[in-house]
């Protein structure tokens, strides 16, 4: 079959996760807060540390980078 055929779910390839991710970075870090996904991340760190805050075994840290990652994951693979 080939690769782009619809039926073998090629909608979540993640293969380009990765190299996705580091392009998207590079423009939040180039654009500021003007870029589009600034915003969903940041909020996305903040609702980690406040879950963080919460359970008592997870560090704010830890909270911050896993909800930061999340909100990325989700606007790339939405």
């Known amino acids: 079959m080939d690769e782009r055929d619809p ?5 979540h390839q ?4 990765l ?6 970075v590079q423009g939040m870090l180039k ?4 870029h589009p ?5 940041l909020t996305g760190a903040a ?7 919460v ?5 704010w840290p830890l909270g ?3 909800g930061a990652g999340f909100a990325l994951y989700k606007r790339l693979r939405p």
């Open 55 to 59: 359970l008592p075994v997870v560090t």
């Open 64 to 66: 911050l980078a896993a």
């Open 31 to 34: 654009g500021g807060l003007a």
């Open 37 to 41: 996904s600034t915003k969903p991340v």
């Open 19 to 24: 190299p996705d991710a580091k392009h998207e």
């Open 7 to 11: 039926e073998r779910g090629n909608r």
């Open 14 to 17: 993640d293969h380009d996760l």
């Open 47 to 53: 609702i980690g540390v406040v879950v963080a805050a």
